[in-house]
């Protein structure tokens, strides 16, 4: 899942990276405004996660000019500010969801996957499931026929990235956007990589390749 962080203080910015990065999700990181909207018309994220509180334009204009791009778009605001009105402002003009500084990034990550879960439409819970595989976003464990597999972040978040677009063809451009952040430095061939240990570790064909397009698993 991509995430957009929108946030002015580099040093919160980078410990968010960090801690959603291990939770699963690839972060990209903008300091501005102005910085986010051109993100966002250049390529959509999953979701936003916007501070209010930004150095050129007001975090509610930001979430005004998102919903102009797209209304359908996740965006989650952070904000400093205290007062309620703001919260109520920022639902009203189409937010997702809401924390207030300082929050706990447990849960900022939980409120996420809630998130995530009604997208990939399995809202009611954590667990995705393709036959005898199952994948718990909020404990981060994977399991086949009731064993459990031990996957390093990588694999966890690629396979994560199949069950939840099951039945559908993800191209490798797509994949590799779940996988890194900007600014990674990505070998040629990591994504077949990836793909070659995990098949070690599934069903023999679970993940097929459509040549030329990229990758699919079976629908549950």
Known sequence: MRILLVEDDRSLAAGLQAALSRE???VNHVASGSQALAAVRAELPDMVVLDLGLPDMDGLQVLTALREISRSLPVLLLTARDGADDKVRGLDRGADDYMAKPFDVKELAARLRVIERRLSNTAASSCITVGDLALDTAAHTVTLAEQALELPRREYMLLKALLENAGKVLTRESLEGRLYSWGEEVSS???EVHIHYL???LP?????????????????
């Open 24 to 26: 699963g999700f690839a």
């Open 189 to 191: 061939n990591a994504l």
């Open 199 to 201: 098949r070690k570790k």
């Open 204 to 220: 023999q064909d679970f993940i097929k390749t459509v040549r030329g397009i990229g990758y699919t698993v079976p629908r549950q």
